[in-house]
């Protein structure tokens, strides 16, 4: 993504909200999005995590969403939200030793759409945080517009890009791999570790929320300031 289109996010909400056919997101859209040089210290930020079926957002399903809202001094654990969802397909018997998530839990779940408004009030006005947006923005977007006919768009912050900026790309990584060394893992518990975050349990929805938002506030404090605008991280 560009600059110039990283910075018109607004632009994209006001020409989303005329478009939207679907009430629910017609006033998603309309909430807003929060100004290019609003600094971090001011965003309000929700953390956002899903367990899939797979890994296929053209053909998997959600089937838990946890997300947490946040800003760089608090997490707010008593605003939290998890739901379990039923998905369309069958839970494969690969993917239930992964997240852990069974068929019986799943019997009682809602659809997606049942609680889509609720969802959609939880991040309205907020910066989602995620830990590898091709997850959770494709996923999210596959699944509405599976439902409603049209997707949804919003915009990111995304700590495992934030990671793979010192890790991954860049002159001495590069350098590292043609030495044989083996790359810095980028996964959430592992970015978690350089910063001497604890260990939490892994591909719980919630869990891995509130994950994300403490790692976010660290890569914060390690790298940027509270005067840093948005527009640096967001995607």
Known sequence: MTADTKNRWSERYQKLAINARDDRLRRFYQQGVIAVDTPLAAVPFVALD??????????DEIISIGLV????????????????LKPKRELTESSVPF???TH????????LNQILDAVLDEIA??????????????FFDAAVKRRLG??????????????AMLYRRGIVSRVKRLTGFKPESI????????????????????????ATAELLQA????????????SDLWI
Not at 125 to 138: D, F, K, P, Q
Not at 219 to 230: A, E, F, L, V
Request: proline share 5%.
């Open 187 to 210: 996964r959430l518990g592992d970015s978690r570790l350089r910063y001497n975050l604890p260990h939490y349990g892994q591909h719980h929805a919630l869990t891995d929320a509130v």
């Open 125 to 138: 006005g907020r910066i989602v945080v995620v830990h590898y947006r091709y997850i959770e923005r494709e």
């Open 104 to 111: 019986s839990q799943l019997d009682d779940a809602p659809d």
């Open 69 to 84: 809202p946040f800003d760089l001094n608090r997490i707010r654990l008593r605003e939290s939200r998890y739901w379990l």
């Open 150 to 163: 049209e997707g949804i768009c919003f915009p990111v912050v995304d700590t495992m890009e934030q990671e």
């Open 99 to 101: 997240h852990g998530i």
């Open 219 to 230: 890569q914060i404090r390690h790298r940027y300031s509270d005067t840093t605008p948005i």
């Open 50 to 59: 899903f367990e899939t079926t797979g890994l296929d957002a053209g053909i």
